[in-house]
C-alpha cells in the first residue's frame, strides 16, 4: 500500500475502532511507532496535542501525518480522522430526517428528558454520597435550586452561570 492511503487507513481505522480519546492514542501507538515515528516523536506528538487547545486527536493526527509526510501527509491524516464520525453523523441526521414526523419519535425525545435528568440525579448522589460533611447540604441547596429555576423557567445561560459561580465559590 503506498504511504498516502496507509497513512489514510490508519486514520480512517483508529476512528472507527476507538472513541477518539484516550483509547486512540494506544492504537495509534501500535500503527504509527515502528513504521512512521520513534516512541519520542510519539510522546512529544502526545504531549504537544495535550498542551495545545482544541482536539487532542485531530492534533495527533495532524502531527502523525506531517512527520510522516510533511503537509499534504497532515492534510490526509486529517482527513481520515474526520471522514468516519461526519459519515455517520450525516447518515443519522438522514435517517432522523426521514422519522421526525413519525409520532413514536416525538413520544422517545419527550421520554428521554425524565430519564436523563433522573441519570443526572443519581450520579450527583453517587458523586455527593461518597464525599460526606457539608456536600450533603450543598447537593440539597444545588437540588433545591435546581426545581426553583425550572418552576420560574430560568433562561439556561443564566443557569449555568450561576453553577459556575456557585462551583468556584463551594468547590475551591
Known amino acids: 500500500m503506498n504511504g498516502?492511503?496507509?497513512?489514510?487507513?490508519?486514520?480512517?481505522?483508529?476512528?472507527?475502532l476507538t472513541t477518539s480519546g484516550p483509547a486512540s492514542v494506544g492504537l495509534l501507538y501500535k500503527e504509527a511507532v515502528p513504521s512512521l515515528l520513534s516512541e519520542g516523536e510519539f510522546v512529544e506528538a502526545v504531549g504537544f496535542s495535550s498542551v495545545l487547545p482544541g482536539s487532542d486527536a485531530l492534533q495527533l493526527a495532524m502531527f502523525v501525518g506531517y512527520a510522516a509526510r510533511g503537509v499534504p501527509g497532515a492534510l490526509t491524516a486529517l482527513?481520515?480522522?474526520?471522514?468516519?464520525?461526519?459519515?455517520?453523523?450525516?447518515?443519522?441526521?438522514?435517517?432522523?430526517?426521514?422519522?421526525?414526523?413519525?409520532?413514536w419519535v416525538g413520544n422517545f425525545v419527550r421520554?428521554?428528558?425524565?430519564?436523563?435528568?433522573?441519570?443526572?440525579?443519581l450520579v450527583a448522589w453517587q458523586v455527593f454520597r461518597g464525599e460526606g460533611g457539608g456536600r450533603v447540604q450543598i447537593s440539597i441547596i444545588i437540588a433545591v435550586s435546581s426545581i426553583a429555576a425550572l418552576l420560574m423557567k430560568a433562561p439556561s445561560a443564566l443557569v449555568l452561570l450561576a453553577a459556575g459561580i456557585a462551583g468556584m465559590v463551594f468547590f475551591r
Open 111 to 121: 421520554g428521554l428528558a425524565p430519564a436523563v435528568a433522573a441519570l443526572m440525579a
Open 4 to 16: 498516502w492511503l496507509r497513512l489514510f487507513w490508519m486514520f480512517i481505522k483508529v476512528n472507527l
Open 79 to 103: 482527513l481520515g480522522s474526520i471522514l468516519p464520525p461526519t459519515v455517520l453523523m450525516l447518515g443519522v441526521i438522514t435517517i432522523l430526517q426521514r422519522l421526525r414526523g413519525e409520532a
